[in-house]
């Protein structure tokens, strides 16, 4: 299994450009869930999946789009990007219910926007 | 969802045991008490986690108090390695499923 992957690992993008990052899992897993960090802060949630069709928010939402056509896939799309979306995005998955339902993340995306 | 709250930071004797707490008091009767770690810029890594009772695997202990609105993480032997951000999530089993992380507690391990 590769787990999680996410692509690109570094990306610099120009205000006002959009983009999409890739996250893919091979562990049927349910749940998936894209997280920013910035420097020096926890983790805040952006977006979330509970499965094919279903996309929900999370705590800072505004300025990204998910969907989630496929049990595999989770790609997360900057509209418009901005400075302050300078940071770095972790996807991650896990079973949705039970007992034991770990996240499993993917190694990062270090995005800078200028 | 419940929120939590860890202290910024800690610092321990390499070989010591690391007793990292975590408050959690409007926490809710299907509501799960996860532990994660980030070491460096990493992904975060998952340790532990449980409902009530006390739990214990390879890398740590986890004792949460009766009343549920309180738990430790406990390092039984900690190393250099073990310098991270320690995470205190907790995580409904129905509803949203979300995780929602907080700014976790910073342990540093001292040679």
């Known amino acids: 299994n590769a787990g999680v992957t996410q692509t690109p690992k570094f990306q610099v993008l120009k205000t006002g450009q959009s983009m999409t990052l890739q996250c893919a899992q091979d562990?049927?897993?349910?749940?998936m869930s894209w997280y920013r960090q910035d420097p020096g802060m926890g983790l805040r949630l952006i977006h979330y999946s509970v499965g094919a069709g279903i996309t929900d928010q999370g705590e800072v939402p505004n300025g990204y789009n998910v969907s989630r056509s496929t049990t595999e896939d989770f790609p997360l799309r900057l509209l418009s990007a901005a400075p302050s979306q300078t940071s770095v995005y972790f996807c991650a998955s896990s079973y949705l219910s039970g007992n034991y339902n770990e996240q499993y993340f993917g190694p990062g995306t270090r995005l800078t926007v200028t | 969802d419940a929120k939590t709250t860890q202290p910024p930071s800690m610092d321990c004797a390499e070989g010591r045991a690391a007793n990292l707490p975590c408050n959690h008091s409007t926490i809710s009767g299907n509501e799960y008490v996860y532990w994660y770690r980030q070491i460096h810029s990493q992904g975060p890594q998952y340790i532990i986690h449980g409902l009530k009772n006390n739990e214990t695997n390879e890398m740590a202990s986890l004792i949460i108090t009766e009343d549920r609105k309180s738990s430790t993480l406990i390092l039984p032997h900690a190393t250099l390695r073990d310098t991270a951000v320690y995470y205190c999530i907790v995580r409904s089993t129905s509803g949203t499923y979300k995780y929602i992380f907080g700014t976790g507690t910073r342990l540093k391990v001292l040679a």
């Open positions: 562990m049927n897993h349910e749940y």
